[in-house]
């Protein structure tokens, strides 16, 4: 495991958490920065990407409005803003460092992955 993601946890309808990745290693000093997430039972599925100087950002339709990914490259981290969340929401989330400048929406660009972190979301 390269990556530390934290912030997860339960909530209900219409909360907020808000998820972090670490990099200890420095894996992403120079790289892009995604979150996917995995329901049980479901596929992974891309949730938000950004560029290795946020100035390219990227998201899964039906968060596009509620989520925002940002990253602060002083301290090796990035975070998923996650508001208005809904009962679909609930995954496992991921966070992945590129193999580039930018890793988009597909999974096959990223090296290094976090070990995930649990969101329940309740009605």
């Known amino acids: 495991v390269q990556l530390q993601a934290s912030g997860g946890g339960p909530v209900q309808t219409g909360g907020s958490l808000r998820l972090s990745c670490l990099d200890p290693?420095?894996?992403?000093?120079?790289?892009?920065v995604a979150w996917f997430r995995q329901a049980p039972g479901k596929e992974r599925e891309f949730v938000a990407a950004?560029?290795?100087?946020?100035?390219?950002?990227e998201y899964l339709d039906s968060v596009r409005d509620r989520f925002i990914i940002s990253r602060d490259n002083a301290k090796n981290a990035v975070y998923l803003q996650m508001d208005s969340l809904k009962p679909e929401d609930t995954a496992t989330y991921y966070c992945?460092?590129?193999?580039?400048?930018?890793?988009?929406?597909?999974?096959?660009?990223?090296?290094?992955w976090g070990q995930g972190t649990q969101v329940t979301v309740s009605s």
């Open positions: 290693r420095r894996t992403f000093s120079n790289n892009g």
């Open positions: 992945a460092s590129s193999l580039g400048y930018y890793g988009g929406t597909d999974s096959r660009n990223y090296r290094y």
């Open positions: 950004i560029s290795f100087r946020g100035s390219t950002t």
